[in-house]
């Protein structure tokens, strides 16, 4: 017995579905099919039962949704009587559909003059039919509303596939790359400002099902009648690619493409500025660093700006590629058999961000890196097979994310050294700094690095590699800033203590502490507020874990670890104890008792 739900079907081929129908016809009594669809053809298609037309919210739910949105911004406690009543005639015109409701008093709500409201119902709101159904139209006027920056970046995700979730932080990059974020406050970075336009648009529910990790928006995804206006305001700018038939249609106007890479000898514009390739699944094996592939991009495509050729199985980069002079925006990222980079890609001089995340075959970064003096992303997780950082990366002061920095292990390959982190003030998201124990005078270097003042890192992985300080209480130089929220220290063997400065970085979230390491105390973490994971494995000479923190009464159990969620201990063979101080009930007592909770017994929910 089975339940398919075959959700928003738009397949109009009777043939198809017959041909299903075949494959599902052995289900025992009492299976199930669920089709939700759009489109009257595919409901009739696919059931001889009548379909189940979904009707729109009841007038009290519409209009509590309407009223929980566009009253947002209204500084009163009580919209007046004038707005609501002009509300609820704008509101007869949504059709009870949520989608509509909310973008509509999304709109709404920056809007806070009688005037503003009764213009929107007299003069654009009229002009939609009165047809049933008629929902484009409706949005579109959401979109007319919207400030000229916000329209070009929308309009943009028109080149996302329907249901496809959106990074966010990518998003960013590419309305970055084809200059739609301006920089009004110096003060802010382009990547913030492109923020604070993906918040406006969501404010306005032009997307949905967006997900964030407490410091930044992470995924999205555009509601299909959303997608729908995207590719009606981007019109011919803007074109998704799938098919041969749809490449030809694809006009010289054309300055954003989507497409599957095996269709890319198939277009005609020489003015694009975007190219994104989507592979499919059967075309991921396919090797796409031909020569012939690359002379295509490279001699049709001079006014690219963003060039997006991940999971592709490149092997090589054409030195040629300096010739793409606008270029701002490269990923080659997830293709696993590139070992190296062309010397040419340093004359790229408006590149803005280079992802090279899982290019796991990676062995270095191109020498005279420094010549990119607008870069601001080099993105290297999971690039196990760098050996070095090129010398000069210390100059690039307008880096904002660089998520691996590799030590030279030995001195041969001539790289950079921890120094050169010094002055990238600039610092965002994770970095993870690899082979530490092979770092030679580790406490001169391990200050010179000034982790202490990069404020804005949010995350911070020290890897030590099967290398080892001399000095084992080097790890005390390392201190990060107190804004850090996640910590993971791997294979640092030091001494009988962890380092004092754990205790001051309240805002901790996460910590990761992996062995083999000789440290017998862990102090003072008992009491960081905000601490919701800790995971310490591989920790064979670890005995007890030490809170010398303010004393509490007896039984007051609000400052051990308050926030603490998730508790992973593994391999730590010598535990004994977790300690904490606590003062007996009579305040006038001198006698202090000490409570012992019992690693074995630990749970939190």
Request: aromatic residues 8%; charged residues 25%; negative net charge.
């Given at each position: 017995?089975?339940?398919l739900?075959?959700?928003?079907?738009?397949?109009?081929?009777?043939?198809?579905?017959?041909s299903?129908k075949?494959?599902?016809?052995?289900?025992?009594k009492?299976?199930?099919?669920?089709?939700?669809?759009?489109?009257?053809?595919?409901?009739?298609?696919?059931?001889?039962?009548?379909?189940?037309?979904?009707?729109?919210?009841?007038?009290?739910?519409?209009w509590?949704?309407?009223?929980?949105?566009?009253?947002?911004?209204?500084?009163t406690?009580?919209?007046?009587?004038e707005?609501?009543?002009i509300?609820?005639?704008?509101?007869?015109?949504?059709?009870?559909?949520?989608?509509?409701?909310?973008?509509?008093?999304?709109t709404?709500?920056f809007?806070?003059?009688?005037?503003?409201?009764?213009?929107?119902?007299?003069?654009?709101?009229?002009?939609?039919?009165?047809?049933?159904?008629?929902?484009?139209?409706?949005?579109?006027?959401?979109?007319?509303?919207?400030?000229?920056h916000?329209?070009?970046c929308?309009?943009y995700?028109?080149?996302?596939?329907?249901?496809?979730?959106?990074?966010?932080?990518t998003?960013v990059q590419?309305?970055?790359?084809?200059?739609?974020?301006?920089?009004?406050?110096?003060?802010?970075?382009?990547?913030?400002?492109?923020?604070?336009?993906?918040?406006d648009?969501v404010?306005?529910?032009?997307?949905?099902?967006v997900?964030?990790d407490?410091t930044?928006?992470t995924?999205?995804?555009?509601?299909d009648?959303?997608h729908?206006?995207?590719e009606?305001?981007?019109?011919?700018?803007?074109?998704l690619?799938d098919?041969?038939?749809?490449a030809?249609?694809?006009s010289e106007?054309?300055?954003?493409?989507?497409?599957?890479?095996?269709?890319?000898?198939?277009?005609k514009?020489?003015?694009l500025?975007?190219?994104?390739?989507?592979?499919?699944?059967?075309?991921?094996?396919?090797?796409?660093?031909e020569?012939?592939?690359?002379?295509?991009?490279?001699?049709?495509?001079?006014?690219?700006r963003?060039?997006?050729?991940?999971?592709?199985?490149?092997?090589?980069?054409?030195?040629?590629?300096?010739?793409?002079?606008?270029?701002?925006?490269?990923?080659?990222?997830?293709?696993?058999n590139?070992k190296?980079?062309?010397k040419?890609?340093?004359?790229?001089?408006n590149?803005?961000?280079?992802?090279?995340?899982?290019?796991?075959?990676?062995?270095?970064?191109?020498?005279?890196i420094?010549?990119?003096?607008?870069?601001?992303?080099i993105?290297c997780?999971h690039?196990?097979?760098l050996t070095?950082?090129?010398?000069?990366?210390?100059?690039l002061?307008s880096l904002?994310?660089?998520?691996?920095?590799?030590?030279?292990?030995?001195g041969?390959?001539?790289?950079?050294?921890l120094?050169?982190?010094?002055?990238?003030?600039?610092?965002?998201g994770e970095?993870?700094?690899?082979n530490?124990?092979?770092?030679?005078?580790?406490?001169?270097?391990f200050?010179?690095?000034?982790?202490?003042?990069?404020?804005?890192?949010?995350?911070?992985v020290?890897?030590?590699?099967?290398?080892?300080?001399?000095?084992d209480?080097?790890?005390?130089?390392?201190q990060?800033?107190?804004?850090l929220?996640?910590?993971?220290?791997?294979?640092?063997?030091?001494?009988?203590?962890?380092?004092?400065?754990?205790?001051?970085?309240?805002?901790?979230?996460?910590?990761?502490?992996w062995?083999p390491?000789?440290?017998?105390?862990?102090s003072?973490?008992?009491?960081?507020?905000?601490?919701?994971?800790?995971?310490?494995?591989?920790?064979?000479?670890?005995?007890?874990?030490?809170d010398?923190?303010?004393s509490?009464?007896?039984?007051?159990?609000?400052?051990?670890?308050?926030?603490?969620?998730?508790?992973c201990?593994?391999n730590c063979?010598?535990?004994?104890?977790?300690?904490r101080?606590?003062?007996?009930?009579?305040?006038?007592?001198?006698?202090?008792?000490?409570?012992?909770?019992?690693?074995s017994?630990?749970?939190?929910?």
């Amino acid at each position: 017995m089975y339940l398919l739900v075959l959700d928003d079907i738009w397949n109009e081929e009777w043939e198809q579905w017959v041909s299903l129908k075949k494959l599902l016809m052995g289900g025992a009594k009492g299976s199930r099919i669920i089709v939700t669809t759009r489109s009257l053809k595919v409901a009739k298609i696919t059931s001889k039962c009548q379909p189940h037309v979904l009707k729109g919210l009841s007038d009290d739910d519409a209009w509590s949704l309407f009223k929980e949105i566009a009253f947002e911004q209204i500084s009163t406690d009580s919209p007046s009587s004038e707005f609501v009543e002009i509300g609820k005639q704008i509101l007869e015109r949504c059709g009870g559909v949520p989608l509509v409701i909310r973008t509509i008093a999304g709109t709404l709500s920056f809007k806070n003059s009688k005037n503003d409201w009764l213009s929107f119902k007299d003069n654009e709101l009229a002009r939609i039919s009165q047809n049933e159904g008629e929902i484009l139209p409706t949005l579109n006027l959401s979109y007319d509303h919207l400030p000229s920056h916000l329209k070009h970046c929308f309009a943009y995700c028109r080149l996302y596939p329907k249901d496809h979730k959106i990074d966010v932080r990518t998003l960013v990059q590419f309305w970055i790359a084809q200059g739609f974020v301006k920089q009004s406050n110096p003060s802010q970075s382009l990547e913030e400002i492109g923020l604070g336009y993906f918040k406006d648009l969501v404010e306005r529910s032009f997307f949905q099902e967006v997900e964030d990790d407490e410091t930044w928006f992470t995924t999205c995804k555009m509601h299909d009648l959303m997608h729908d206006l995207a590719e009606l305001v981007a019109g011919t700018e803007s074109s998704l690619v799938d098919s041969n038939s749809s490449a030809s249609e694809v006009s010289e106007k054309c300055r954003h493409v989507s497409i599957s890479p095996s269709l890319i000898p198939l277009l005609k514009g020489k003015k694009l500025r975007t190219l994104l390739c989507f592979p499919k699944e059967s075309e991921q094996s396919q090797i796409m660093s031909e020569d012939e592939t690359w002379d295509l991009i490279i001699s049709r495509c001079r006014c690219l700006r963003v060039l997006k050729l991940n999971n592709l199985n490149l092997n090589t980069i054409p030195r040629s590629i300096h010739k793409l002079k606008h270029l701002r925006y490269l990923d080659l990222s997830d293709n696993p058999n590139l070992k190296i980079l062309p010397k040419s890609i340093c004359n790229m001089q408006n590149l803005h961000a280079l992802k090279l995340d899982w290019c796991v075959g990676l062995e270095e970064l191109p020498k005279k890196i420094e010549k990119l003096v607008n870069i601001s992303h080099i993105g290297c997780v999971h690039c196990y097979g760098l050996t070095h950082m090129p010398r000069g990366i210390g100059k690039l002061t307008s880096l904002e994310m660089l998520s691996r920095f590799v030590v030279d292990k030995d001195g041969s390959h001539g790289g950079a050294d921890l120094s050169e982190l010094s002055g990238l003030m600039n610092l965002k998201g994770e970095l993870t700094i690899s082979n530490l124990g092979f770092v030679k005078n580790a406490k001169e270097m391990f200050r010179a690095a000034n982790l202490k003042e990069k404020q804005h890192l949010g995350a911070l992985v020290l890897e030590w590699g099967d290398g080892n300080n001399d000095d084992d209480k080097s790890l005390e130089d390392l201190q990060p800033h107190p804004n850090l929220k996640m910590l993971k220290v791997d294979g640092w063997r030091g001494d009988a203590k962890f380092p004092s400065w754990l205790s001051l970085l309240k805002k901790l979230v996460d910590i990761t502490i992996w062995g083999p390491s000789n440290f017998k105390h862990l102090s003072s973490i008992a009491q960081l507020p905000c601490l919701q994971q800790l995971k310490i494995s591989n920790l064979t000479e670890l005995e007890c874990m030490e809170d010398h923190g303010p004393s509490v009464r007896q039984g007051d159990t609000e400052s051990f670890f308050p926030s603490l969620k998730v508790l992973c201990l593994w391999n730590c063979p010598n535990m004994k104890s977790w300690w904490r101080t606590t003062k007996p009930i009579d305040d006038d007592s001198n006698e202090d008792d000490t409570t012992v909770i019992r690693a074995s017994t630990m749970a939190f929910p």
